[in-house]
T-cell receptor
Framework: NAGVTQTPKFQVLKTGQSMTLQCAQDMNHEYMSWYRQDPGMGLRLIHYSVGAGITDQGEVPNGYNVSRSTTEDFPLRLLSAAPSQTSVYFC???????????FGPGTRLTVL | GEDVEQSLFLSVREGDSSVINCTYTDSSSTYLYWYKQEPGAGLQLLTYIFSNMDMKQDQRLTVLLNKKDKHLSLRIADTQTGDSAIYFCAENGGYQKVTFGTGTKLQVIP
């Protein structure tokens, strides 16, 4: 199993550009989440999904969209990038709501 | 909303015990977790404790939970240089809404 994979590893955007961060898992997990990690602030939940076709907002959803058309994939879209979205983004998956979350290696995004 | 707090930094000598502390506010937390993040990597689960337990031991790791004070601690016995990392406390208060603390950076001095 590859586990949770994220692409790209690094990305630099200009303000106003859009892009999609990809996340895929091959463990048949129902639950998937997107977090951002900023210095001194830990991980903050952006969006999450409890199964294909079902998504919900987390703590900091503004400026981001998600969709879950398949169990495996959970892409995160930045509609119009802003410098405040400079961060490290982690995708995670879990078999259910209480068990261990498996994290991807992260995407380091810089918005100029 | 829910809040999870940790001190930002801890330095210990190799061979000593490390104790990382965490406080949380959500009294409905059912599971509390400790994750480890090594440089440039994602988080990996170290251990977890169910809210009706006071203590859990797993090799060099001991987790203590004081539910009355909403205080969680992680003790690492015989700390090694390989234990240097950021440690995150997290609590699960509901429907896959896991709240993470700010992380404690553990530095182990040889």
């Amino acid at each position: 199993n590859a586990g949770v994979t994220q692409t790209p590893k690094f990305q630099v955007l200009k303000t106003g550009q859009s892009m999609t961060l990809q996340c895929a898992q091959d463990m048949n997990h129902e639950y998937m989440s997107w977090y951002r990690q900023d210095p001194g602030m830990g991980l903050r939940l952006i969006h999450y999904s409890v199964g294909a076709g079902i998504t919900d907002q987390g703590e900091v959803p503004n400026g981001y969209n998600v969709s879950r058309s398949t169990t495996e994939d959970f892409p995160l879209r930045l509609l119009s990038a802003a410098p405040s979205q400079t961060s490290v983004y982690f995708c995670a998956s879990s078999p259910d709501r209480v068990n261990e979350q498996f994290f991807g290696p992260g995407t380091r995004l810089t918005v100029l | 909303g829910e809040d999870v707090e940790q001190s930002l930094f801890l330095s210990v000598r190799e061979g000593d015990s490390s104790v990382i502390n965490c406080t949380y506010t959500d009294s409905s937390s059912t599971y509390l977790y400790w994750y480890k993040q090594e440089p440039g990597a994602g988080l990996q689960l170290l251990t977890y404790i169910f809210s009706n337990m006071d203590m859990k031991q797993d090799q060099r790791l001991t987790v203590l939970l004081n539910k009355k004070d909403k205080h969680l601690s992680l003790r690492i016995a015989d700390t090694q240089t390989g234990d240097s990392a950021i440690y995150f406390c997290a609590e699960n208060g509901g429907y896959q809404k896991v709240t993470f603390g700010t992380g404690t950076k553990l530095q182990v001095i040889p």
